[in-house]
């Protein structure tokens, strides 16, 4: 049983890693469409995927 759960655990997929861009910390792994998220050690806020503009509100500030 001991070598079926250490199979298990290394056959998990590969998801791409998002980091920050000012201190390099790991913010998560996946894959997603529209994002804003802050680092919890240097506070940059960074956005990810596309911007889109909504009626009133500007929901990207690049």
Known sequence: MEIR????RHARPKWPEVRCIQCNRL???GIVE???IKCSR???IQHIGE????????????
């Open 51 to 62: 911007c889109k503009q909504e009626e009133k509100m500007n929901v990207c500030n690049r």
């Open 27 to 29: 913010l998560f792994r």
């Open 42 to 44: 240097c506070g940059t």
């Open 5 to 8: 759960d250490k199979e298990l």
């Open 34 to 36: 529209d994002m804003e």
